[in-house]
């Protein structure tokens, strides 16, 4: 199966690398922005940067560009001729934005903030979707790299992505409101940072000992509400912003101590 990616930004060239290292057959990229595209690189990753008409020599091209992006360059392909089957790597977006026979997209569960990524990818849970010739080009891919994976139905896809952004985005700003407050009472930078990523650190190491729910600690959990509103009194007079996110959250672990 000779493959091709369409798109160098970090996810593009972090599961090139990846595919790579599992021993598929990958062709190339390629790039709007031709070899500039590997200006950052260093000569030992080895990538390679193929012209537009080489992609008519692909069996499978799988686009890695922004989301906004991926409806334009899947019409481009089909308009173009070319025969591969089509994937995308968006989490949030369907399959059908690639409007023809042969169709899938596939989705690593991780955060993709270089590309040195790749080095990790073999840990994260694909998701994969596509129409059925699609979904077998996918799942020959995911079973090749031999990675964990899941199969969703289309219209689960959002809600899927939601799920992922909560836990990998919404984690980020968890840290960074924690460490604006203590910023804020006088902390140094680096000691708030610090102190911030001990503790969660701590908390995911729980998590993945104990499983998820019972890793909770703190006032809440012990149903300490006196302490809860001193917070909340505080924060109403130096930061709303923070307040309605930690009313919000706690309000929900309230309703899970509950159950």
Known sequence: MKIAFFGAGRAG???????????LEVRGIYSRRGEKALEDLEETDQIKIVPFESL???????????DKSIEIIADTLV????????????????????????????HPAMSLASKEAY????????SIEGDERGIKVARDLVETLGVRYVEIDTEN??????????????????????KTILNNIGFDEKIAENLVLSLAEGTLLNMKRLGIKRAL?????RGDWDTVRKHMDELSRKNEVILKAYVALADYL???VDE
Do not use: Q, W
Request: charge should be positive; hydrophobic fraction near 45%.
């Open 217 to 221: 600690t703190g006032p809440i959990s």
């Open 157 to 178: 896809k959002a809600l899927y992505h939601a799920a992922c952004v909560i836990a990998s985005n919404y984690l980020v700003a968890i840290e960074l409101m924690a």
């Open 79 to 106: 308009k173009s001729g070319i025969g591969a089957t089509i994937g995308h790597v968006s989490g949030s977006l369907p399959s059908s934005l690639i409007k023809k026979e042969g169709r899938f997209s596939i």
């Open 56 to 66: 008519r020599e692909a069996d499978v091209i799988i686009i890695t560009v922004e």
């Open 254 to 256: 309230k309703s899970i």
């Open 13 to 23: 060239l972090s599961l090139y690398l990846f595919f790579r290292k599992k021993g």
């Open 119 to 126: 080095k990790n990818l073999e840990k994260a849970i694909f």
